[in-house]
Structure formats: C-alpha cells, structure tokens
C-alpha cells in the first residue's frame, strides 16, 4: 500500500464540488479485474490524463454499503439469469466523510446503469427500510419488483477502499476498489485481498479512453462483474451459482 500511495501523491487533485461535474448517474460503465501488485504500474501510465479526488488530504476513501434483497434472493437471481433491466437496492455510507445514502441502481438492455438516490439525515447503513425509503424504491422498481420491495431485508455487507479518478475533457470518471470485504447476515464473511476493480464510467461510451488505452497495452481486458452478486455467491450456500462458477474459481487468485 506504500508503493500505492506514493503514486497516489503525483495526481493532480480534484475537489469534491468540481467532481460533481461530472455526476455521471447515467452512464456506461467498464469494468476489469487486476491483481493489487499492478496498480501501481497502472497509476504511473495515467497521472497525465487525470486528476484525484482529496477531501481533507485524503486521496483513498473507505465505503460501507449494506444490500438488501429477499429471503430467495430476488434482485441477485435477477442478475445470475441475465435478466435485462435489473435492480439492486442498496444503503450506502461514505466513512471518511460521514454521508449515507439509499440508492436504488438500474441495469438496462443497453447495458446503461442508472442510479438514483436519496441522502439520508441518519448516517448509519443499517437505519432499515422506512416506509418512505420503500416509497423511494418502487418509484424506480416497477411492476413486480416494486411489490417485491415490501419484503427485502439486509443480506450482504460490503467494505472496501476506493481510489477515484476524473478525466474533466473527456467527462469520464475511473475508480479503483481494494481491500474488498464480504459479511453475509446468515454465515461467515469472506476478503478479497489482492483484488482491484477497476470501473470506467463514461457519460457515452468511446474507446478513445486513455484508461482503456492503458488496460489494452497492459493486455488486461473487461470482465463482466458484480460486488453484490459475487458476495452472495461466496458466502449463501442456497443460491445457484452456476453462471458465475468460472468467475468464482478467477478469484482464488486474489484470496
């Protein structure tokens, strides 16, 4: 983390309030999957391109997000069946600077996430699903999933440390997560220790990203992922698990 951190230091940075330009609640999102030991090469290739986020001398940030799903895992057997147009419903708290939100995110056909949120006065990720948060969600979960809505309860937690990066020309955003921890409500947790993932977010998709540039040279492609639904596959036995078997053996690597 030394190594990290003192590529962290050559970064131009970038506030909060500057960082909102770029939102990016709808986007399209890149995902891949490297191994901690080459971040650092990674940083050294973009520190031309973008800037960092500090707040308070800070430049890696700690999240806390708490999902909620049913009892049968509705929102995650979503996903394993490659369901289009999906949901996942979440409480977020950003630990370093004492803010917690209740988002409700959205996977469309064309591949676009959207996720809309609501800042919450109470800052504790488990403060429970009040009827005007589940007001909030079925007003982005149609159809069946807003009945289903009436019946979710916290199913797994997640912590990690996130390094974000912005491209303010090119109106794009990179984050890094690290430091990956899993708690599920019912069993054991599990950490992924060496594991990255690295996330682009692009208000419309182009190749032309000097991000991407970099992961073609390192020959380190996308990968299809998911922190929520690989959580639920590590630690709950009575969920299938077939479609991300492959992706799950990937991850004995990073243990």
């Given at each position: 983390?030394?190594?990290?951190e003192r590529?962290?230091?050559?970064f131009?940075a970038?506030?909060?309030e500057?960082?909102?330009?770029?939102?990016?609640m709808?986007?399209?999102?890149?995902?891949?999957?490297?191994?901690?030991?080459?971040?650092?090469?990674?940083l050294?290739?973009?520190?031309?391109?973008?800037e960092?986020?500090?707040?308070?001398?800070?430049r890696?940030?700690?999240?806390?997000t708490?999902?909620?799903d049913?009892d049968?895992?509705?929102?995650?057997?979503?996903?394993h069946?490659?369901k289009?147009?999906?949901h996942k419903?979440?409480?977020r708290?950003y630990?370093?600077?004492?803010r917690?939100?209740?988002?409700?995110?959205?996977?469309?056909?064309?591949?676009i996430?959207e996720?809309?949120?609501?800042?919450?006065?109470?800052?504790?990720?488990?403060?429970?699903?009040?009827?005007?948060?589940k007001?909030?969600?079925?007003?982005y979960?149609?159809?069946?999933?807003?009945?289903?809505v009436?019946?979710?309860?916290?199913?797994?937690?997640?912590g990690y440390s996130?390094?974000?990066?912005?491209n303010?020309?090119?109106?794009?955003?990179?984050?890094?997560?690290?430091?990956?921890?899993?708690?599920?409500v019912?069993?054991?947790?599990?950490?992924?220790?060496?594991?990255?993932i690295?996330?682009l977010?692009q208000?419309?998709f182009?190749r032309?990203?000097?991000?991407?540039?970099?992961?073609?040279?390192?020959r380190?492609?996308?990968?299809?992922?998911s922190k929520?639904?690989?959580?639920v596959?590590l630690?709950?036995r009575?969920v299938?698990?077939?479609?991300?078997?492959?992706?799950l053996?990937?991850?004995?690597?990073?243990?």
């Amino acid at each position: 983390m030394i190594h990290i951190e003192r590529n962290l230091a050559v970064f131009r940075a970038i506030g909060l309030e500057n960082l909102q330009t770029i939102r990016l609640m709808k986007r399209h999102d890149t995902k891949y999957l490297l191994h901690r030991n080459r971040l650092s090469s990674v940083l050294e290739y973009l520190y031309e391109h973008y800037e960092i986020l500090e707040i308070d001398k800070k430049r890696s940030f700690r999240y806390d997000t708490l999902y909620y799903d049913t009892d049968d895992y509705y929102f995650y057997s979503q996903h394993h069946n490659q369901k289009l147009n999906r949901h996942k419903v979440r409480f977020r708290k950003y630990l370093d600077i004492d803010r917690c939100y209740f988002e409700v995110k959205f996977k469309s056909n064309k591949e676009i996430t959207e996720k809309n949120r609501l800042l919450l006065g109470d800052c504790e990720v488990d403060c429970g699903m009040s009827d005007s948060l589940k007001e909030f969600a079925r007003a982005y979960i149609p159809n069946e999933g807003g009945i289903i809505v009436e019946g979710i309860c916290p199913r797994v937690r997640i912590g990690y440390s996130r390094i974000t990066l912005a491209n303010r020309l090119d109106r794009e955003r990179l984050t890094f997560d690290l430091n990956l921890r899993y708690d599920n409500v019912n069993s054991a947790g599990c950490s992924l220790d060496n594991l990255v993932i690295a996330e682009l977010k692009q208000g419309s998709f182009s190749r032309n990203s000097p991000f991407m540039q970099c992961f073609r040279d390192m020959r380190i492609f996308p990968a299809k992922f998911s922190k929520y639904c690989t959580g639920v596959a590590l630690t709950e036995r009575n969920v299938k698990t077939n479609r991300f078997k492959k992706r799950l053996l990937q991850l004995e690597k990073y243990l």
